[in-house]
């Protein structure tokens, strides 16, 4: 941080030449005590140097002595205003301390600025806690969303940006809870965090709630379709599908253009053998949302089932468009042309399938864990894909 040997080389007084010396020396390999002995000494000496006090500050910051930072930092900054990082270490320590108010501008200044990652990360996460803190939640939700675009694959990162996102919910549900308790959009809005922290009976009996109030509400069957299949995957049931099915059918009764709602009836009707029924809903989901990539995949395997490669061929082709990254398209592509006899297109679909499935396999765990889940059921490989 600071060269004190620089500033002492002319001093006449060669104990605070000494100090400074021993002090950087002991910081350098981490014996905190010995270097807080030695800078106190050298400010007993010398204690109108700012960078004397920038140091001990500094010192006190790596004890996790934070009052005492704040103080010989204020010291530092007051003596020489210029002197580097002072003044971020100063406004994280003010913000360990929770004096959160005098600690803002600093932090914001850190945030915005800095060209240092481990610094940036620092301030970002002070910032969050600062702004939640003040309760000016907004500005923590900006920050929060910065922080995870800078640091996407950071645990600790993740973390606050959830309790941040959680804490905006929980207070957006409270004022609806207060301003219209009895609108059928406070219990949507109930019936969603129930949902996505897993609660699927709570989720499902809320959603009703809404249907009850509004039977018409654009949305609402959908959702508890969705929520019917989570419960399903978690318990095996069986019935949980079939009346999954059913709610997606009576979304399509009130929202006709429900493109996931079409799709996941069409991915259960597949998964039931109903293959007719499995295309309609496929093609119904093409036909409202022609980008629907999953949808043009669900089809061509329906098509494969129905030997129909030709039209498997297609669809796939379509999908790979969209996303030539998909493994599970390139995969079907291959079954596809295997069918049609074409052992070249074959054997490259084939090699741009293991490619692909050998990168994802080696992706580490946390991208695989802490991937966006997605609002509908997604296309899987076969269990006897694996190469």
């Known amino acids: 941080m600071l060269a004190l040997s620089r500033v002492f080389a002319q001093a006449a007084d060669e104990k605070a030449e000494q100090y400074a010396g021993q002090g950087q020396a002991a910081l350098a390999a981490g014996h905190l005590d010995e270097a807080e002995r030695n800078f106190e000494k050298l400010r007993t000496l010398e204690p109108g140097v700012a960078e004397v006090h920038a140091m001990l500050g500094r010192v006190y910051f790596e004890e996790r002595k934070f009052s005492l930072a704040a103080e010989e930092l204020r010291t530092a900054l007051k003596l020489k205003p210029s002197l580097p990082k002072a003044r971020t270490l100063l406004s994280i320590s003010l913000s360990e301390n929770a004096d959160y108010s005098e600690a803002l501008p600093g932090l914001e200044e850190?945030?915005?600025?800095?060209?240092?990652?481990?610094?940036?990360?620092?301030?970002?996460?002070?910032?969050?806690?600062?702004?939640?803190?003040?309760?000016?939640?907004?500005?923590?939700?900006?920050?929060?969303?910065?922080?995870?675009?800078?640091?996407?694959?950071?645990?600790?990162?993740?973390?606050?940006?959830?309790?941040?996102?959680?804490?905006?919910?929980?207070?957006?549900?409270?004022?609806?809870?207060?301003?219209?308790?009895?609108?059928?959009?406070?219990?949507?809005?109930?019936?969603?965090?129930?949902?996505?922290?897993?609660?699927?009976?709570?989720?499902?009996?809320?959603?009703?709630?809404?249907?009850?109030?509004?039977?018409?509400?654009?949305?609402?069957?959908?959702?508890?379709?969705?929520?019917?299949?989570?419960?399903?995957r978690k318990s095996g049931s069986e019935q949980d599908q079939t009346d999954a099915l059913k709610e997606f059918l009576a979304e399509l009764e009130v929202d006709p253009a429900n493109a996931n709602a079409a799709y996941e009836a069409g991915e259960i009707y597949r998964n039931t053998q109903k293959y007719p029924e499995a295309a309609k809903y496929f093609q119904s989901a093409i036909d409202y949302y022609p980008n629907f990539e999953d949808a043009h995949i669900g089809l061509a395997t329906v098509?494969?089932?129905?030997?129909?490669?030709?039209?498997?061929?297609?669809?796939?082709?379509?999908?790979?468009?969209?996303?030539?990254?998909?493994?599970?398209?390139?995969?079907?592509?291959?079954?596809?042309?295997?069918?049609?006899?074409?052992?070249?297109?074959?054997?490259k679909a084939l090699t741009e399938f293991k490619k692909l499935h050998e990168a994802q396999r080696d992706k580490p765990a946390l991208n695989r864990a802490t991937a966006e889940p997605s609002e509908v059921t997604k296309q899987k490989l076969d269990p006897e894909a694996a190469p």
């Open 110 to 232: 850190c945030f915005q600025h800095s060209s240092n990652p481990g610094e940036k990360h620092m301030c970002g996460l002070q910032l969050e806690r600062a702004y939640t803190a003040l309760k000016m939640d907004r500005k923590a939700v900006e920050v929060a969303l910065e922080m995870d675009k800078l640091y996407p694959e950071d645990a600790e990162v993740q973390y606050y940006s959830a309790k941040i996102y959680g804490n905006m919910a929980y207070q957006s549900i409270y004022r609806l809870s207060v301003t219209a308790p009895n609108s059928p959009w406070r219990y949507l809005a109930a019936a969603e965090v129930n949902e996505s922290q897993g609660a699927t009976a709570a989720a499902i009996a809320q959603y009703r709630q809404v249907l009850a109030m509004d039977p018409s509400h654009p949305g609402v069957h959908y959702r508890i379709g969705r929520t019917l299949l989570a419960q399903g």
């Open 303 to 347: 098509y494969l089932t129905q030997d129909k490669p030709e039209s498997a061929v297609s669809e796939l082709r379509k999908a790979i468009a969209l996303d030539a990254a998909n493994e599970v398209a390139w995969y079907r592509l291959s079954q596809a042309e295997r069918s049609l006899g074409d052992s070249a297109a074959q054997t």
